[in-house]
């Protein structure tokens, strides 16, 4: 079935990066881009950016233009999305999402990985 | 003013209908817009619902009980999410989304509580 794997939960230090990992699986990893979204705790979702495996073209909300990179390995269909300066408002749960481009249709997504950035 | 506004929490009862909106920033004409719904329980990661445009341009995902509909409300300037014959399991958040200005926006969610 078509699922999406995130890498586990992470703890940084304020000014440090991190990088969330997303392996797809059942389909054709190169047909679907994949978008990240975050979600800090009890508050609503908020888009980061869409990445094209096939081109490796990206897409990324004005607020983390410079603070964030999307990339990713077609031999094991894996994609990445890595935030750097950390700040303690970047805690959130990280989402990846496929979609079939130029469309919403955001399905499956990842389960999640919590990033926590504490001192 | 936020792109997409939708009301914070909503009650319904089982068995009733339940309207959730989803309005559009005054200076973006919702009739131009597929609007994207999701669904959130807690724990897990959001699930497509439906995607609407118009009457011919629709779309549930896979699995979606039709019992989820989507509309829209022009005069109010809102995409709409109807769930009918609310369920105990339909209790969760709820969150619209659109493309706007190359960037995919979500609404802030809107809790329903089915009581």
């Known amino acids: 079935q078509v699922q999406l794997v995130q890498s586990g939960a992470e703890v940084k230090k304020p000014g440090a990066s991190v990088k969330v990992s997303c392996k797809a699986s059942?389909?054709?990893?190169?047909?679907?881009?994949i978008n990240w979204v975050r979600q800090a705790t009890g508050q609503g979702l908020e888009w980061m950016g869409w990445m094209n495996p096939n081109s490796g073209n990206t897409g990324y909300a004005q607020k983390f233009q410079g603070r964030v990179t999307m990339t990713r390995d077609t031999s094991i269909t894996t994609a990445y999305m890595e935030l750097s300066s950390l700040r303690s408002e970047d805690t959130a749960v990280y989402y990846c999402a496929r979609n079939p481009g130029e469309t919403g249709r955001f399905d499956p997504w990842g389960q999640g990985t919590l990033v926590t950035v504490s001192s | 003013q936020a792109v997409l506004t939708q009301p914070s929490s909503l009650s319904a009862s089982p068995g009733a209908s339940a309207s959730l909106t989803c309005t559009l920033r005054s200076d973006i004409n919702v009739g131009t817009y597929w609007i994207y719904w999701f669904q959130q329980k807690p724990g897990s990661p959001p699930q497509f619902l439906l995607t609407?445009?118009?009457?011919?341009?629709?779309?549930?995902g896979s699995g979606v009980p039709s019992r989820f509909s989507g509309s829209k409300g022009a005069s109010a300037n809102a995409g709409i999410l109807l769930i009918s014959g609310l369920q105990s399991e339909d209790e969760a958040d709820y969150y619209c989304?659109?493309?706007?200005?190359?960037?995919?926006?979500f609404g802030g969610g809107t809790k329903l509580t089915v009581l």
């Open positions: 609407y445009k118009s009457e011919s341009d629709k779309q549930r």
């Open positions: 059942g389909y054709t990893f190169t047909s679907y881009d």
């Open positions: 989304m659109i493309w706007h200005s190359s960037t995919w926006v």
